[in-house]
């Protein structure tokens, strides 16, 4: 097995997940496999895990235990492919959302404005959708759209000006054409923070990262045991925010009990040893009841 991503709040998690020897559970993003692995540490030889993971380089990382299934599958198809698998029920679901360290730094995956390569962002390589695709198809309103809604940046129509401005000439196909088409907009004092905001709106639309968390999170609670957790961790703000209200409607209507009511952040050494951590929230729930449906 070879990790090549750090997990992150990894006992925080485990500990949330309150892991019951006998249970089946989910990672819906297995990764580097480091929070797998924990929980398999927890089981005893009954338990079950199903792991999931659209990018088949993961599969790399799968420990040789009969009790995991590694599975090809965005989460977003949690509930139907568990079934599948013969798991109707699952004792606790967790998710690291995000990009993991390899995927950063894997160049030719097109994650980095770091690297010269091909404007590519797919978690799953076999999607049709690129970023290159999403720059120099779109038109301007809907770039627009886009970098308000998921950079928050307060120059989003200059930005996409800049770019339909640039593919006139020729194609913006690559990270060095996405960065000169966009010079002079970006700001000497907050270069880096700025760039991540720019990819971080396209890798979001590339992989259509909020409408797959929220069908995560309608079926993982049609899913779970009564008395199961739900473990989410979150890198920025938009993720944050559709947990934390899922979680706040799901209590109101007494479904879930918050397990923390402020997220769980990690520690400084934690902090220190993984920078990827820095901006981890994690929110954990209980299953208290079934929802009625009529």
Known sequence: MVFYHIPVLLRESIESLAIKPEGVYVDATFGGGGHSLAILEQLG???????????????HNLPDDKRINWIHSNFRFIHNVCRYHGVNRADGILADLGVSWHQFDTAVRGFSFRFEALLDMRMNPASDKTAALVV???????????????AGVNNAS????????ARTIKPVNTTGDLRRALEGLIPR????????????ALRIEVNDEMRALEG???????????????????????????VKHFFREKAA??????????PILPQENEISENTRARSAKLRAAEKIREQDYE
């Open 45 to 59: 030889p009954r338990g079950r895990l199903l792991s999931f993971d659209q990018d088949p380089e993961s599969q």
């Open 189 to 200: 004092n907050a270069e880096h923070k700025f760039l991540a905001k720019v990819y971080q």
């Open 158 to 165: 200059a930005l996409s000006g800049a770019i339909v401005k």
């Open 253 to 262: 209507a007494g479904l879930l009990r918050q397990v923390n009511k402020k």
């Open 136 to 150: 120099n198809e779109y038109s301007r309103e809907d770039l627009t759209a886009l970098f308000y809604r998921y």
């Open 216 to 242: 995560l999170l309608n079926q993982s609670l049609t899913l779970l045991n009564v008395g199961g957790r739900l473990v989410f961790i979150t890198y920025h703000s938009l993720e944050d925010r559709m």
